[in-house]
C-alpha cells in the first residue's frame, strides 16, 4: 500500500497569511493530479504576531511540538517576523532552532528569470538566467558563537564568530556538485550560457581564514567530480558578474551569510521576491520557506505573489521524492514548477509586483489550473 506523507503547514506573520493558504491549496490539488496521499497537519499560526497576542510568552501554537517537527516528513512555513517586534520578543518563534536543530545545512534558492518576466537587467531574456545560490545553512556568522560587553547597562562591545568546519565546508560543497550533476530545482542543467555543468564557489579568501578553509576544501573534492567546471570566485566579484554574465552561471555555492545577501539580490535579478522559493535540506529533515520576509509594506491587501511559496512547497516534494524513492513527489515538482510557468507565459494572471491586478488568490488558483498531468 502506497504510503501517506505528513506534511506540516505553519503561518507566520504578515503575507504569510496570504500565501501559506495558497500552498495548501496547491498541495491538495497536486495529490490528486500526481496520485499520492498527503496528510497536512495545521495550519498552526506562529511567530511575532502570535507572540503579542498571548502576552509574549509563547510564541506557537501548542500543537506545534518538538516532536512533530521532527516527526513530519517534511514541514514548511510562511516567513516570519515584523520590524515592530525585532529584539522585544522573549523566545524564539519555533521550539526548536530550525536550521542548527534538523541539520538542515544546504539552503537551495533558485534564481530563474521566467517566460513572461520582464528582466530588470537590460536585454536579458527568459532562458538566459537559470542558476541556483546554493547557502550553507548552520555555519558562519548566524551561528551566535560570541557575546557582547556592557557597562553601566550600555553595550560597547560585540563579537559574533565567524566559524567554518571542515565538515560544514565538505558537505555543503558535495551537495553542490551532485545538484549540478542532477540540475534538480532548475530550468534544465548547465549553465545557460555554455550548457556547462558548473559549480562556483564563492567566497572571501585571503582575508577570511574561513574561507581560506572554504576554498581549499573545494579544491580538495574537485578532482572527484570531473562532469562538473569548478570555477572561483570572490564573493565581492560574484556580485558584480551575477548582474553583468548570469548567465555563465549554474550553481553557485557559498557560507552562510554570503548566501543570506545574494539570494536577495537574486530575488531581484529573477524579477520579484516574490518569484523566489527556497528549502532548507538535510539528510534526514528538510522545510520549505520563501527567500523573502513577511512584506509588511503590502500585508493585509491579498497582493502578494505566491509564487514564491508555490515554488518552495514544490521543492519540497522533490527533496521527499528523493528521500523516499517516489518518483511521483518529483513529478509534483516539475508540475508545479512548469504550471507556474504556463501562468506567467500568458501573461493574464499576475499579481501587481510583476505588473499585474490579480490577486494572490486569483494567481493561486491559475497555478493550480495550469498543472498538467505527468
Ligand atoms: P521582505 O523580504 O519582507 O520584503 C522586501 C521587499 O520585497 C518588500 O518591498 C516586499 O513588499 C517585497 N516582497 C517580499 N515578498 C513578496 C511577495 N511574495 N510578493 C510581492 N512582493 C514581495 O523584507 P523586509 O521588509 O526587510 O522584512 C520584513 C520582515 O520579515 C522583518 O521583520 C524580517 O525580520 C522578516 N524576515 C523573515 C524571513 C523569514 O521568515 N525567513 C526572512 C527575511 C526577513
Given at each position: 500500500?502506497?504510503?501517506?506523507?505528513?506534511?506540516?503547514?505553519?503561518?507566520?506573520?504578515?503575507?504569510?497569511?496570504?500565501?501559506?493558504?495558497?500552498?495548501?491549496?496547491?498541495?491538495?490539488?497536486?495529490?490528486?493530479?500526481?496520485?499520492?496521499?498527503?496528510?497536512?497537519?495545521?495550519?498552526?499560526?506562529?511567530?511575532?504576531?502570535?507572540?503579542?497576542?498571548?502576552?509574549?510568552?509563547?510564541?506557537?501554537?501548542?500543537?506545534?511540538?518538538?516532536?512533530?517537527?521532527?516527526?513530519?516528513?517534511?514541514?514548511?512555513?510562511?516567513?516570519?517576523?515584523?520590524?515592530?517586534?525585532?529584539?522585544?520578543?522573549?523566545?524564539?518563534?519555533?521550539?526548536?532552532?530550525?536550521?542548527l536543530d534538523m541539520d538542515v545545512y544546504a539552503n537551495v534558492r533558485p534564481c530563474r528569470l521566467r517566460p513572461g518576466v520582464?528582466?530588470?537587467?537590460?536585454?536579458?531574456?527568459?532562458?538566459?538566467?537559470?542558476?541556483?545560490?546554493?547557502r550553507e545553512n548552520t555555519e558562519q556568522m548566524y551561528v551566535r558563537v560570541g557575546g557582547q560587553l556592557s557597562r553601566g547597562g550600555e553595550t560597547e562591545l560585540a563579537v559574533?564568530?565567524?566559524?567554518?568546519?571542515?565538515?560544514?565546508?565538505?558537505?555543503?560543497?558535495?551537495?553542490?556538485?551532485?545538484?549540478?550533476?542532477?540540475?534538480?530545482?532548475?530550468?534544465?542543467?548547465?549553465?545557460?550560457?555554455?550548457?556547462?555543468?558548473?559549480?562556483?564557489?564563492?567566497?572571501?579568501?585571503?582575508?577570511?581564514?574561513?574561507?581560506?578553509?572554504?576554498?581549499?576544501?573545494?579544491?580538495?573534492?574537485?578532482?572527484?567530480?570531473?562532469?562538473?567546471?569548478?570555477?572561483?570566485?570572490?564573493?565581492?566579484?560574484?556580485?558584480?558578474?551575477?548582474?553583468?554574465?548570469?548567465?555563465?552561471?549554474?550553481?553557485?555555492?557559498?557560507?552562510?551569510?554570503?548566501?543570506?545577501?545574494?539570494?536577495?539580490?537574486?530575488?531581484?535579478?529573477?524579477?520579484?521576491?516574490?518569484?523566489?522559493?527556497?528549502?532548507?535540506?538535510?539528510?534526514?529533515?528538510?522545510?520549505?520557506?520563501?527567500?523573502?520576509?513577511?512584506?509588511?509594506?503590502?500585508?493585509?491587501?491579498?497582493?502578494?505573489?505566491?509564487?514564491?511559496?508555490?515554488?518552495?512547497?514544490?521543492?519540497?516534494?522533490?527533496?521527499?521524492?528523493?528521500?523516499?524513492?517516489?518518483?511521483?513527489?518529483?513529478?509534483?515538482?516539475?508540475?508545479?514548477?512548469?504550471?507556474?510557468?504556463?501562468?506567467?507565459?500568458?501573461?493574464?494572471?499576475?499579481?501587481?509586483?510583476?505588473?499585474?491586478?490579480?490577486?494572490?488568490?486569483?494567481?493561486?488558483?491559475?497555478?493550480?489550473?495550469?498543472?498538467?498531468?505527468?
Amino acid at each position: 500500500m502506497s504510503r501517506r506523507y505528513k506534511v506540516l503547514a505553519l503561518v507566520g506573520d504578515g503575507i504569510a497569511h496570504e500565501i501559506v493558504p495558497e500552498a495548501l491549496k496547491l498541495l491538495d490539488a497536486v495529490q490528486t493530479v500526481y496520485g499520492f496521499d498527503l496528510e497536512v497537519l495545521g495550519p498552526y499560526e506562529f511567530g511575532a504576531k502570535y507572540y503579542a497576542y498571548h502576552d509574549m510568552k509563547t510564541g506557537w501554537d501548542p500543537a506545534v511540538t518538538r516532536e512533530l517537527l521532527f516527526e513530519a516528513d517534511c514541514w514548511f512555513k510562511g516567513p516570519v517576523g515584523l520590524p515592530e517586534y525585532l529584539n522585544r520578543l522573549p523566545g524564539p518563534y519555533l521550539p526548536i532552532n530550525q536550521r542548527l536543530d534538523m541539520d538542515v545545512y544546504a539552503n537551495v534558492r533558485p534564481c530563474r528569470l521566467r517566460p513572461g518576466v520582464d528582466s530588470v537587467l537590460v536585454g536579458r531574456e527568459p532562458g538566459d538566467i537559470d542558476y541556483i545560490v546554493l547557502r550553507e545553512n548552520t555555519e558562519q556568522m548566524y551561528v551566535r558563537v560570541g557575546g557582547q560587553l556592557s557597562r553601566g547597562g550600555e553595550t560597547e562591545l560585540a563579537v559574533d564568530n565567524y566559524i567554518q568546519t571542515r565538515k560544514g565546508c565538505e558537505r555543503i560543497i558535495r551537495y553542490g556538485y551532485e545538484l549540478a550533476m542532477s540540475g534538480d530545482y532548475k530550468g534544465g542543467a548547465g549553465a545557460p550560457v555554455d550548457g556547462a555543468r558548473r559549480l562556483t564557489c564563492a567566497a572571501k579568501w585571503g582575508i577570511c581564514r574561513g574561507d581560506n578553509l572554504f576554498k581549499a576544501v573545494c579544491e580538495e573534492l574537485e578532482p572527484g567530480y570531473p562532469g562538473v567546471e569548478t570555477d572561483y570566485a570572490w564573493i565581492d566579484a560574484w556580485s558584480y558578474w551575477a548582474i553583468m554574465r548570469p548567465d555563465y552561471y549554474d550553481v553557485v555555492v557559498m557560507p552562510n551569510q554570503y548566501g543570506d545577501i545574494m539570494s536577495d539580490m537574486s530575488g531581484a535579478v529573477q524579477g520579484s521576491m516574490g518569484l523566489a522559493g527556497s528549502i532548507n535540506a538535510g539528510d534526514a529533515h528538510c522545510y520549505a520557506e520563501p527567500t523573502h520576509g513577511s512584506a509588511p509594506d503590502i500585508a493585509g491587501r491579498g497582493v502578494a505573489n505566491p509564487t514564491s511559496l508555490i515554488l518552495s512547497v514544490g521543492m519540497m516534494l522533490n527533496w521527499l521524492g528523493d528521500k523516499r524513492g517516489d518518483q511521483r513527489l518529483k513529478d509534483a515538482w516539475r508540475g508545479i514548477d512548469d504550471a507556474v510557468d504556463t501562468v506567467l507565459a500568458a501573461r493574464r494572471v499576475r499579481t501587481p509586483d510583476l505588473g499585474g491586478s490579480s490577486s494572490t488568490a486569483e494567481f493561486g488558483d491559475a497555478v493550480i489550473g495550469a498543472l498538467a498531468p505527468p
